[in-house]
Each structure stands twice: as C-alpha cells, then as structure tokens.
C-alpha cells in the first residue's frame, strides 16, 4: 500500500528525507538591523564634534575650505589655553606646536577663542605661534544668520 501512495503523490523522496536545503538569506532582520543602526549614527553624531565648549564670536565672512585636520588651539571663557583636546601652558605651546606639526611652520593652525575672552589672551597666544615660525593661522568664527 505504501508503495502505491509514495507513487500517485508524483514524490521521489527517500524515506526520511522530507525538505530539501535551501541556502538563502532572510535579509528583512539584517535591514531592521541596519535601520536602527543608521538612526543610533545619525543621532550619536553630532554630539562628538567638538571637545571644548567655546562661545565663539558671530561674523559675516567666507568659510575656509581645510583638506586635512588643522592643528587647533582653543582659549576658554576663563583663559585656559587647550591644543587639541589637552590643555597646556602657554609658555608650552611654542615647544608642543613644533613637536607635533608634521608640515613645520606651514602647517595650518585653527585659532578658536571665547568671544568674552580678553583681547590682550588672544592677541598672546597669536604672537607665541606666530614667533615659533608659524605663518598659517586662522581665526574660527560662527556664521552670522
């Protein structure tokens, strides 16, 4: 009787075998997946731009188009003079600025400075990397609305 079911179903399975393997992908979990990843990015993002908080003065003027990561200096609202993301003496930052340029005296330094900062700090910290030799420096400002 077995032999005459296994024949009219058309099947020519062999007892035991039922599916046959497929090898396929489901994508739909791996595109959930990526959804909610691209929304953790786009969130995390700009909250890692900058390390120093600075009140930077507001100027009509034309940005600058920078190929690679300038060096950059940062005097806070208390005076506190930060290279990069480490805050430094001002009498060290002549010694750091050479120790770390990888283009000497051209490399481009980024100036960033507190707009309720004294005059006289910025104009400081100017004179020292401009007398170490550095003749690439510009002053970062927020575009006026």
Do not use: W
Not at 119 to 134: E, L, Q
């Amino acid at each position: 009787m077995s032999i005459l079911l296994s024949s009219l179903s058309g099947s020519r399975r062999k007892h035991g075998q039922r599916y046959k393997l497929r090898a396929e992908i489901n994508v739909t979990p791996v595109v959930d997946v990526m959804l909610v990843l691209l929304i953790v990015f786009m969130i995390t993002a700009p909250l890692m731009t900058s390390g120093i908080d600075v009140n930077l003065p507001e100027v009509v003027a034309k940005p600058i188009t920078i190929d690679a990561e300038p060096l950059t200096i940062t005097i806070d609202a208390t005076g506190k003079v930060y290279l990069m993301e480490t805050e430094i003496a001002a009498d060290d930052l002549v010694a750091k600025l050479i120790a770390i340029s990888k283009n000497g005296a051209q490399e481009r330094i980024v100036l960033r400075a507190d707009k309720d900062i004294d005059y006289g700090a910025v104009m400081n910290v100017m004179a020292r990397v401009h007398s170490a030799g550095f003749v690439n420096l510009a002053l970062q400002t927020e575009p006026s609305l």
